[in-house]
């Protein structure tokens, strides 16, 4: 998955032609994880394919997709025989997930500070007011979903298609985390200092600023 699919879906633009698929899935993808982020879909919610499939205008063929890529990275689970249900990751699991998703980032920002180019810095900065924008808005899905879609345009900017593959599946589970956050402002502004720091090429400053990040979402 790429970070195109943790942007938020446009769903009011009009089409000329049907949409590909692949897109309907993941804008099935986008309004569920939007759904369980908000807890609208609260944790151990029991999840029916058809009703989903209904809500979203969507095949069950494609939500059992979505349902299957979230399964994968520990946002709901499948079991054979049994509706699928959204995930309660205690703790403990989500401090594991962040630890990785530290490992991971800390290898990934110091080689895109050496090959950033505006044009991925100023994409970074468009994903933080799109940020802002869902939140003024009251989209707080959304917004949890483009923090996550600023870290992988970094990882993207770093140029190692492994770790940018892996942290992709951190991010939909350890963004639980920031729902439990009480000052998501503050992580905003911990963002737009990490990408003036790869603007820069300063390792040190954006290295220092991602830990500071993350352990702001480390459950107590």
Do not use: K
């Not at 100023?122 to 924008?133: F, G, K, M, P």
């Not at 009251?138 to 770093?158: D, P, S, T």
């Amino acid at each position: 998955m790429n970070s195109h699919a943790l942007l938020p879906p446009i769903s009011s633009l009009p089409e000329s032609r049907p949409r590909p698929a692949t897109s309907r899935v993941n804008d099935a993808y986008a309004h569920l994880l939007d759904a369980i982020i908000e807890q609208r879909l609260p944790p151990d919610s029991r999840l029916s394919e058809e009703r989903l499939g209904l809500e979203f205008g969507v095949s069950r063929l494609q939500i059992r997709h979505a349902l299957t890529l979230l399964a994968y990275q520990q946002v709901i689970i499948l079991q054979a025989r049994a509706c699928a249900r959204v995930a309660s990751p205690s703790d403990e699991q989500l401090r594991e997930a962040l630890h990785a998703r530290r490992l991971t980032e800390m290898a990934l920002i110091p080689m895109a500070c050496r090959r950033a180019q505006r044009h991925d810095v100023e994409h970074l900065h468009s994903l933080l007011d799109y940020q802002q924008q869902s939140r003024a808005g009251n989209q707080r899905g959304a917004a949890i979903r483009l923090a996550g879609a600023f870290h992988l345009h970094v990882a993207h900017m770093a140029g190692n298609a492994p770790l940018a593959y892996f942290l992709s599946n951190l991010i939909p589970m350890t963004s639980l985390a920031i729902t439990r956050r009480s000052n998501a402002t503050q992580g905003w502004h911990q963002q737009s200092a990490i990408a003036n720091a790869v603007a820069n090429r300063d390792e040190a400053t954006a290295l220092a600023l991602l830990n500071q990040y993350l352990d702001d979402l480390m459950p107590a």
